[in-house]
């Protein structure tokens, strides 16, 4: 493989470089490019192609071959990519503010302090793509309807990792959160049910932590199972209903007033189990909420 890609890579004369420039930029070009083709379709072939310090804005490519190709300090703005093979391309400190890729082969591609500031990444292929330092958020990528579970869960790890490096927080938390999403449903297409079930419980219960507010309506719900539970053993002989979902607000909470205790074992086992759950689901949502307030 680094035979084939230094041959490439060879071909490159400064004369043909210059020829790849031009038809970039869609200027006239008096040399004959190579081209081939592949499931059926004809595509200009510039693999191993490498350009740096020169502007190709508002260029538009289509069914062009550039894989294994080296882009370094190149502007794309405006540019548009359409059916382009990019696998294994890298793009260094490359300016792609407003340009395109549509249904492009993205896979292994590196992308290094790229600016893809309102760039749109359409339909394309990003499997095992990783971008590094890039000024690229979420809603600039349309992701393939047809893209596996695990291929999207990395994606999402890749695309994370980059909005935590570039201070994103809040599409870092989506990303966390679309991440578990398609590992879940990787895992039911494994049939790994154990790690399946409790990925679903980890979602209904708090969104992987992205989902706070499930973890406070969850906490709603045991007060009011709580308190119905105290007042069917009668933990507070001669107190209404209220009054035991009084009870069980401030046992979940562990404020214990002391106002009110529980009479009988049943009740007073009903009451420590509460605490517990209480403990364990507060600390939860301090946690969650804390995430995000600091990366707010």
Not at 179 to 189: D, G, I, Q, V, Y
Not at 260 to 278: C, H
Request: charged letters at 20%; one cysteine or more; proline letters at 2%.
């Amino acid at each position: 493989m680094e035979d084939r890609v230094a041959d490439l890579r060879a071909r490159w004369t400064p004369e043909a470089t210059a020829a790849a420039v031009a038809f970039l930029e869609s200027r006239p070009v008096a040399f004959d490019l190579p081209t081939m083709e592949h499931d059926g379709v004809a595509y200009l072939d510039l693999r191993g192609l490498r350009i740096e310090e020169t502007q190709i804005d508002k260029a538009y490519l289509r069914n062009v071959n550039l894989r294994w190709a080296v882009f370094r300090d190149v502007g794309f703005k405006n540019a548009r990519f359409a059916g382009c093979n990019l696998s294994q391309a890298t793009f260094n400190d490359c300016y792609l503010r407003r340009a395109q890729f549509e249904k492009c082969d993205l896979v292994n591609s590196h992308f290094d302090s790229c600016d893809f500031s309102q760039a749109v990444i359409a339909e394309s292929r990003i499997d095992f793509a990783s971008f590094q330092n890039c000024q690229i958020g979420l809603d600039n990528i349309r992701f393939r309807g047809d893209a596996g579970a695990q291929a999207m869960v990395r994606v999402c790890r890749s695309l994370k990792l980059n909005a935590m490096s570039t201070g994103n927080f809040a599409d870092a938390g989506h990303l966390t959160y679309l991440e578990k999403t398609h590992e879940r449903r990787a895992l039911r297409a494994r049939g790994d049910w154990a790690r399946w079930a409790g990925s679903v419980l980890q979602n209904w219960l708090w969104g992987y932590g992205e989902r706070p507010w499930r973890l406070a309506l969850f906490m709603l719900f045991n007060i009011l199972v709580f308190g119905t539970l105290q007042y069917w053993a009668n933990a507070l002989p001669g107190k209404v209903w209220w009054e035991h979902l009084y009870f069980s607000g401030i046992t979940y909470l562990t404020i214990g007033y002391g106002d009110l205790a529980p009479n009988g074992m049943l009740a007073r086992f009903f009451a420590v189990l509460e605490g517990a759950v209480g403990i364990a689901t507060f600390g939860l949502l301090i946690a969650s909420v804390t995430k995000k307030v600091m990366y707010r």
